[in-house]
């Protein structure tokens, strides 16, 4: 029988809803080898499958990854929607520039959305939105209550694997409603007491916005030690300094004091955000401290 190829919506109890090319969705269960085998399906995943006579499938091959983030499982993501809050809960910047440095460091494009702008009462949001700009990142400011920017949203998911990602009660799910109506997805109140979010989302799964537009509603990824980076690479996920740091006058500067530093002057200049070179070194030393087991 001729093989199908579709990406894996979700996982429900042993089962894969699995979006074929055709656009519809098959019901299917993964061959036994697969299982027999240890490997994991997971939502994001490209596989082969086999179509049945009553309409279900069988997963006979999962295709190469061309990457996979942890906690939760997904694969294959081209570009992750990192949001924040305005206010309630407020921006955590060290989170948002590790969620950044993540996307960047698994090849996927980060795109900086800064929701609940309905709640602004002071500038500082707008400035932390402008740092991102000036850093080199795509920025987007929006509302999933009032409708502000979900338009310019979608233009950015038209055609794309897309993940939202962020911290409890931003707004993901809440955005993703505001996206498609018709989906009804369940959202709950930031905790008055904590000012946190209830971690209402608890499974990935993937939704189809248009042929082509999938979106990914995570409850953010917890997995947050930047396994796998080296410390001299660290400073090439940060846009900015990737660009200032040709100037310095060694090549394998790590902007911490060396002599002739060009990002350090950068930051010393206004060029670079002060928070982000903060970022940065909050983050190369917890490599370091990693490496040292
Ligand atoms: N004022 C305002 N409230 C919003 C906006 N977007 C979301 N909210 C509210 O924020 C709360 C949390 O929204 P959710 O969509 O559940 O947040 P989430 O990021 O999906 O949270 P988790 O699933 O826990 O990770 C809900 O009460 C939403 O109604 C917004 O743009 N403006
Ligand atoms: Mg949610
Ligand atoms: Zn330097």
Avoid: W
């Amino acid at each position: 029988m001729a093989l199908k190829t579709g990406i894996v919506l979700r996982g429900v109890g042993g089962f894969f809803d699995v979006r074929s090319d055709r656009g519809t969705v098959i019901r299917c269960r993964p061959r036994g080898r697969i299982r027999l085998d240890n490997i994991v399906i997971i939502a994001g995943d490209r596989v082969e499958y086999t179509l049945l006579e009553d309409g279900q499938g069988i997963i006979e091959n999962i295709l190469p990854r061309s990457n996979m983030l942890t906690r939760p499982s997904l694969a294959n993501v081209e570009q992750m929607i990192v949001v924040s809050a305005c206010a309630r809960p407020q921006p955590e910047i060290t989170l948002l520039d590790r969620l950044a440095v993540l996307s960047e460091s698994n090849n996927i494009e980060p795109i900086l959305c800064f929701n609940k702008i309905d709640l602004v009462t002071d500038e500082l949001p707008l400035k932390l939105a402008a740092i991102y700009k000036k850093a080199g990142y795509k920025t987007l400011k929006c509302s999933a209550k009032t409708g502000t920017g979900i338009e310019e949203l979608r233009a950015l998911l038209i055609n794309r694997i897309s993940s939202f990602t962020g911290p409890s009660g931003v707004g993901k799910t809440s955005l993703l409603n505001a996206l498609m109506p018709n989906l009804d997805l369940v959202t709950q109140e930031v905790s008055r007491k904590t000012g946190r979010g209830r971690q209402t989302t608890r499974q990935v799964a993937l939704i189809e916005l248009a042929p082509g537009s999938l979106i990914a509603d995570t409850p953010g990824f917890s997995q947050l030690q930047l396994t796998g980076i080296e410390l001299q690479d660290l400073n090439h996920y940060f846009p900015e300094m990737r660009k200032h740091g040709e100037g310095c006058r060694f090549t394998s500067c790590l902007h911490r004091g060396e002599p002739g530093c060009a990002v350090k002057e950068a930051v010393e200049a206004g060029e670079i955000a002060q928070s982000r070179y903060r970022s940065y070194l909050i983050l190369a030393k917890e490599i370091e401290q990693t490496r040292q087991y």
